[in-house]
Nanobody
Framework: QVQLVESGGKMVQAGGSLRLSCTASGRPFSLYNMGWFRQAPGKEREFVAA????????HYADSVKGRFTISREDAKSTVFLQMSDLKPEDTAVYLC?????????????????WGQGTQVTVSS
């Protein structure tokens, strides 16, 4: 089992920046591909960003390319999502996820392990 705990969500103004963190425990973090997803009220959960276990490959949703950056620090078992130029449409609960299969994170959006989420609210 892998336990994931997100932090860093809060209310910010449009154009602002925020960094989310997700700390893992339970299994060797370096073995897992990590992803960030988000779910806005009344909408389906959507993929935001992913980083491969090796750290040498990342993918982003078109809606966040150029504004969000995913990174990982294996020594701290933590994955980060640096968000800049935030827009009201970025408002959502952001969830961290992990899976041994990178394609599951990026393509199918059905990773095995999920955190509880952290709320990000962007005011206009």
């Amino acid at each position: 089992q892998v336990q994931l705990v997100e932090s860093g969500g809060k209310m910010v103004q449009a154009g602002g920046s925020l960094r989310l963190s997700c700390t893992a425990s339970g299994r060797p973090f370096s073995l897992y591909n990590m992803g960030w997803f988000r779910q806005a009220p009344g909408k389906e959960r959507e993929f935001v960003a992913a980083i491969k276990w090796s750290g040498d490959e990342t993918h982003y949703a078109d809606s966040v390319k150029g504004r969000f950056t995913i990174s990982r620090e294996d020594a701290k078992s933590t994955v980060f999502l640096q968000m800049s130029d935030l827009k009201p449409e970025d408002t959502a609960v952001y969830l961290c996820a992990a899976d041994r299969n990178y394609g599951v994170v990026v393509v199918t959006g059905t990773p095995a392990y999920w955190g509880q989420g952290t709320q990000v609210t962007v005011s206009s």
